[in-house]
């Protein structure tokens, strides 16, 4: 299969557009502050369902011919991408058939719930889910729709970047952070054709760092036992997400816990919003300086806001 | 000393137009189906210094004359009044003295030392801060900011209802908390004299009801060992805020801490902004259900996001 292209974020845009918020771009002046530079923070945290994955979720639903719509679609998640397509596919009218470990926090069951999708349990493994979601499949003839190493869902993720620079041209970096790379591949796939000279950095966990090792080694190295608060950047890297990032992403720099739960509560109480430390991790990158950036103009993808509230990290 | 009237609320949005972040007004669709209502809110959490505060404090500093001016302002205030008032004394170059007890948690009186203020701690009882307040004035000859009893303190926060009524007319009902009287009364005039068909209801902590019993006697109840989750809503009604609020305010209903606790959370989750119990009564209050309020476009005027997130009351 082909990566996507920019036209197929122009296409997604349009196709998402009646469904999707178009999220704010907040500032700091503290935050500009501790950190030396002029922050822009995209706010997916306020996206439908509480995260990105809703551009990616609605794109998928809303690009399927009728006959396809009508079987449904299946996915396997327990986080975000969860919720967005049974959101999705709640607004389209067609089913949502979504396979969850069993040990799965119920408020994240709930909410798939809650938009009306069909949850069926695994055992937490990755064969399990797999296997899970090929019966499911095979039973109910949906479209499997990846979370993330999906054409329409990457081409969807980066209309994020898109409404940021249409809001907050000349930047001189997007930060983004890396999971399965889905909105870095969009993000970058965008920055590249509409930005000449913003740079794409991605921000990885130190514990979950397969992405940057997959760079290094110019093959995809799988995430194994990864060890991070942000729990939103555990996967490892697909071939279409992979291909992209290789191409037009500058650097992977690894965050470490300390940090990304530092920045995270610097902007609960700074900023006065509820982002997850998936999001965070993009300040954190800021506040750890490992790379020195001074004076510059950066937009940071606040990716998602789903957050337990009753086990904060700085709690724990 | 005469109540303010609906002129100083528009001298004091002239002159604090230049300093004040014009907050955003936020709805949600999934709060709008709990509550059976169309809800938007005013979002003062983002204000600067984190409250709504900061539109009466700087209204007071920036009407000072010069020579007023260099003397400095000075108030006693454990909360977001003197963060707001130190933060508009940076702003003018002049300087700020706050009293507080010296029980004060250490996060709030270094927010205040961080605007550069001058904090001078007295003994945890209203007689020492009166008394310490009144030695430093007597030594400084700094003018004295009431946190609220103060016409350009009352004039200040009207501003922010004439911003939600200016960005969504015709609302049915505002809904805005009560402790001191200051935001309440000043909503109260900007919305009799810019919106006929508004009611101005209040929400007041079940555990200190001094202004609905205020209201009721008709005459000014202190509030003694008021006992509430809502910590900037424990003062009583000063002379200046009474007087309007008799003749502005529809009622004043009071919400018990549980619905607080629970509307905050609710505010968490589902908007993903940070707001303190005293700003999450007022959709505590539809979600108690004392009042019928249904099919009606409300706005709620979230008055701050100054929280400690080492203490959050779900985990207390």
Redesign the interface.
């Known amino acids: 299969m082909k990566s996507p292209n920019f036209n197929d974020v122009l296409d997604a845009k349009l196709r998402i557009e009646p469904y999707i918020h178009h999220t704010?771009v907040l500032t700091s002046r503290s935050l500009n502050e501790i950190t030396g530079n002029e922050l822009f923070f995209k706010c997916e945290?306020?996206q439908r369902a509480?995260a990105f994955k809703f551009r990616g979720a609605s794109n998928s639903v809303f690009s399927l011919t009728e006959a396809e719509a009508k079987r449904g679609v299946a996915t396997h998640s327990s986080g975000n991408h969860a919720q967005a397509l049974a959101l999705a596919a709640k607004i389209r009218g067609i089913p949502a058939y979504v396979v969850m470990p069993k040990n799965s926090k119920k408020v994240k069951i709930d909410a798939v719930l809650g938009y009306g999708a069909e949850v069926i349990f695994c055992e937490p493994n990755l064969a399990s889910r797999e296997e899970t979601l090929d019966k499911v499949v095979q039973q109910t003839n949906a479209v499997f729709i990846h979370p993330y190493n999906n054409n329409f869902v990457i081409a969807g993720q980066g209309t994020a970047a898109l409404e940021l620079l249409n809001h907050t041209p000349e930047l001189d970096y997007i930060i983004a952070p890396v999971g399965g790379g889905g909105l870095l591949s969009g993000t970058s796939l965008t920055v590249r054709s509409v930005s000449d000279n913003t740079k794409v950095i991605a921000a990885e966990p130190e514990g979950a760092d397969d992405a940057k090792r997959s760079l290094q080694s110019n093959q995809i190295v799988p995430s194994i036992n990864p060890n991070t608060i942000a729990d939103g950047l555990l996967t490892s890297l697909g071939t279409l997400t992979f291909e992209l990032i290789k191409k037009y992403v500058q650097d992977i720099i690894t965050v470490s816990d300390v940090y990304i739960i530092r920045a995270m509560?610097l902007i609960?109480?700074r900023?006065?919003?509820?982002?997850e430390p998936s999001s965070a991790i993009t300040l954190g990158l800021l506040l750890e300086k490992k790379i020195e950036i001074k004076n510059k103009r950066i937009g940071l993808i606040l990716s998602g806001?789903n957050v337990d509230?009753?086990h904060?990290p700085?709690?724990m």
Chains 1, 2 share one sequence.
């Open positions: 704010p945290n306020f509480g509560r609960w109480e900023m006065k919003i509820v982002v806001g509230l009753d904060l700085w709690n």
